[in-house]
């Protein structure tokens, strides 16, 4: 696995992924989501949970 990364241009910013991480790496800026790459533990959550398939690790 690697960190977790937001397609700004897929993301529709519904915070499902917000909600998911269980470390809370994941913000919200203009509406779209944000990863913490410092935070990030590379658990997939975020991907399974994105309902666009934004996000990528």
């Known amino acids: 696995m690697a960190k ?3 397609n ?3 993301c529709v910013g519904c915070e499902a992924c917000v ?3 269980p470390v809370g ?4 800026a203009d509406g779209k ?3 913490d790459p410092n ?3 590379e658990c997939g ?3 399974e949970t994105c309902p666009v398939s934004a996000i990528s690790n």
Do not use: K
Request: contains cysteine; glycine residues 10%; hydrophobic residues 60%.
């Open 33 to 35: 989501s944000c990863v």
């Open 25 to 28: 790496a994941i913000s919200m």
């Open 45 to 47: 959550a975020c991907v």
């Open 39 to 41: 935070a990030c533990v």
């Open 4 to 6: 977790a990364v937001v």
């Open 8 to 10: 700004g241009e897929v």
């Open 19 to 21: 909600g998911v991480c």
